[in-house]
C-alpha cells in the first residue's frame, strides 16, 4: 500500500509564501510524475503543476512565475513553494504520484492540506 503524506499548509497574508511538502512511502518499485491539484472552495479540483521523474515540469498559467515545484527522488518526496500568494490561491492542496507497484502504475493520492490566504 502506498501513503502520501502532506504538510506545509497554513494561513498566510496575500504576498507571502508557503512550502508544500508530500511523502510517499509504503510498497512500490518507483514514482514516475508527481503533481499537485488544488480545490477551491465550491469548485472543482485543478492541476496546479506536475513534474516528471527526470525533472520536467508542467504549470498551470494562473501559477507560473510565482509557484516552483521540485523533488527529491531519494526521499520520494515531491515539493511545491508557492511565492506572490493570492486570494484566489485559497483551496485544498493535494498530492498525486504515479505509483508502480509490481507490474501496475497506480494513482495515489494524499489527504490534502488547506491552504488560505488572506486579502
Known amino acids: 500500500q502506498v501513503q502520501l503524506v502532506e504538510s506545509g499548509g497554513g494561513l498566510v497574508p496575500a504576498g507571502g509564501s508557503l512550502r508544500l511538502s508530500c511523502a510517499a512511502s509504503?510498497?512500490?518499485?518507483?514514482?514516475?510524475?508527481m503533481g499537485w491539484y488544488r480545490q477551491p472552495p465550491g469548485k472543482q479540483r485543478e492541476l496546479v503543476a506536475t513534474?516528471?521523474?527526470?525533472?520536467?515540469?508542467n504549470y498551470a498559467d494562473s501559477v507560473k512565475g510565482r509557484f516552483t515545484i521540485s523533488r527529491d527522488n531519494a526521499k520520494n518526496t515531491v515539493y511545491l513553494q508557492m511565492n506572490s500568494l493570492k486570494p484566489e490561491d485559497t483551496a485544498v492542496y493535494y498530492c498525486?504520484?504515479?505509483?508502480?507497484?509490481?507490474?501496475?502504475?497506480?494513482?495515489?493520492w494524499g489527504q490534502g492540506t488547506l491552504v488560505t490566504v488572506s486579502s
Open positions: 498525486n504520484a504515479k505509483v508502480t507497484v509490481r507490474l501496475t502504475v497506480r494513482d495515489a
Open positions: 509504503g510498497t512500490f518499485v518507483g514514482i514516475s510524475d
Open positions: 513534474i516528471s521523474g527526470g525533472g520536467s515540469t
